[in-house]
Nanobody
């Protein structure tokens, strides 16, 4: 059974940095046409798109509020994805989920575009 495993979450002060990683058990997840993404869900809120890496062209996509602070990258050799998070804010506090799928371009930011999900990792930004 295909698995995605996130790591790197934790507690950080406002303005600090964290690096999240997502490792996949299936090599086919790094095939052309696959998209890897990060979503997050804060308490009492719906899950929202954060960032994505589309293998078709290597383009990246971001939630407006994280542009310039977060960077998503993909390592095909290691079959992993990383989310570098800088200048963290309390509103970034959430459970962060890794997802993999083959969404059409217009569905890159949609939950429905992804078939495989990790179990999530908690990120807490607080002083």
């Amino acid at each position: 059974q295909a698995q995605l495993v996130e790591s790197g979450g934790g507690l950080v002060q406002p303005g600090g940095s964290l690096r999240l990683s997502c490792a996949a058990s299936e090599r086919s997840f790094s095939n052309y046409g696959m998209t890897w993404a990060w979503f997050r869900q804060a308490p009492g809120k719906e899950r929202e798109f954060v960032a994505a890496f589309r293998s078709n062209g290597g383009r990246t996509y971001y939630l407006d509020s994280v542009k310039g602070r977060f960077t998503v990258s993909k390592d095909n050799a290691k079959n992993t994805m990383t989310l570098e998070m800088n200048t963290l804010k309390p509103e970034d506090t959430a459970v962060y989920y890794c997802a993999v799928g083959s969404p059409i371009l217009s569905s890159t930011r949609s939950n429905n575009g992804y078939r495989y999900w990790g179990q999530g990792t908690q990120v807490t930004v607080s002083s």
